[in-house]
Every structure is written in C-alpha cells, then in structure tokens.
C-alpha cells in the first residue's frame, strides 16, 4: 500500500525543546517537501528537498532543519529558536516529472505547553 | 515575488447552490492545480491545468485555466455536503521558476 506516513499524528512539546517529525514515502518519489498550516491559513513552505543528499530552504526556514539522507525519509526537526512552533505540518512529495503534483502526508499537529 | 491571489476566502451556500473560487496570478504559469482539503485532513489533489484557455471537468466540478495562463476557476454545480472543505489553487511558476505558489485556499460550508 503506498503512500506518506507521518508521525506523531500529535506532538506536545515543551518550551525551549527540539522535536523531530518523521515524514515516510515509500512511492519512490525524488522530491519532498515540508509546510506549515496555521489555522484558517494557507500552505507555507518550510523546506524541500528534490534529490538525496540535498535540500534548499522554503519561505519560512528559520527555526527549523531537516536532512535526506535516504530517499524515503526526509525528517523534519523544530527548534527551540522557533518562536512561534505550534501548527500543522504537512508532508509532502512528487515523483519526477510528475509536474509539480504533491502528494501529502496525514499531518502532525505540534503544540507547545 | 510571484503571489497567486484566491476569492473569496470564505463561502457559505445552502445546499443545492452553486459554488465559485477564483485564483489569479502576479504572472504567467506553467500549469495550475487545485487541491481540496477537508476539516481535519490534507490536501488532495484534484486536478490539473496546463494549456491556455483549458477546461477540464470532474462530475459537478468544473476547472478552467485561463486564456494568459494567469487565473483560474474551480466552479461546483450543485453543491452537497460533502464538497465541505478548502480548496486550494496552487501555480507552478514559468521558465526556470519551477516552484509551486500556493493561494490562501477558499473555505466552503454547506448548509443542509
């Protein structure tokens, strides 16, 4: 059965403390992607990555980090210099030539205690 | 920078009314797709546009790409309960741009 897994479906975080968020594809897709939905919001890009061993920063970079070092993994790790983490994070990724089409994860919803 | 402008942000109708979201780009896209997400969930993929002026329908839905390759339109005939959610246009830049602008999504509710 394939598709993107992502977990924690939730994830409660303290103040002042890094959490990462696994993002799994096993639809052998080259390029993935990380947003952030607030509510009421629209999609904002965080990172992406369009081969292995290579990423490049979204819109809204700063306070978080990832790696790709496997083509089905591409995690997504929330820092402590976020200000403002609480949100939904969505995964998301595209095969080659595909034209841009992304296929997304469940989610996980992050909030800060 | 490239922006991609949705309307209305919100839309309530009965159910059984007509439905309406417009996108509009700064620029000239290489195609256009439309996403729903429900209440809850994530955005999937509804469909694709990718020549000038193209009309592509999906039972009561109804896309269209317009002439500049600049707006769109997502149109429900009919709307039922079950077309709640957001729906999001999402524009894949021209040229060497190859990067996705999303728009702010259109949040539909549908009175029974």
């Not at chain 1, 994830?11 to 968020?21: D, H, S, Y």
């Not at chain 1, 790709?68 to 403002?84: H, I, Y």
């Not at chain 2, 996108?23 to 797709?33: A, D, G, P």
């Amino acid at each position: 059965d394939g598709g993107i897994t992502q977990s924690p479906k939730y994830l409660f975080r303290k103040e002042g403390q890094n959490v990462t968020l696994s993002c799994e594809q096993n639809l052998n897709h080259d390029a993935m992607y990380w947003y952030r939905q607030d509510p009421g919001q629209g999609l904002r890009l965080i990172y992406y990555s369009q081969i292995v061993n290579d990423f490049q920063k979204g819109d809204i970079a700063e306070g978080y980090s990832v790696s790709r070092e496997k083509k089905e993994s591409f995690p997504l790790t929330v820092t402590s210099a976020q200000k403002n983490p609480t949100a939904f994070y969505l995964c998301a990724s595209r095969g080659l030539g595909q034209q841009e089409t992304q296929y997304f994860g469940p989610g996980t919803r992050l909030l800060v205690l | 920078g490239q922006q991609v402008m949705q309307i209305p942000q919100y839309q309530h109708v009965q159910e059984g009314e007509d439905f309406t979201t417009y996108c509009n780009s700064s620029t000239t896209l290489s195609n256009i797709q439309w996403y729903k997400q429900r209440p809850g969930g994530h955005p999937v993929f509804l469909i694709q546009l990718v020549k000038s002026g193209e009309v592509k329908k999906q039972k009561r839905l109804t896309f269209q790409f317009g002439e500049a390759k600049k707006n769109s339109s997502l149109h429900i005939t009919a709307t039922q309960t079950t077309d709640v959610g957001t729906y999001f246009c999402a524009g894949l830049g021209a040229g060497n741009n190859r990067k996705l602008i999303w728009g702010l999504g259109t949040s539909l509710a549908v009175n029974p």
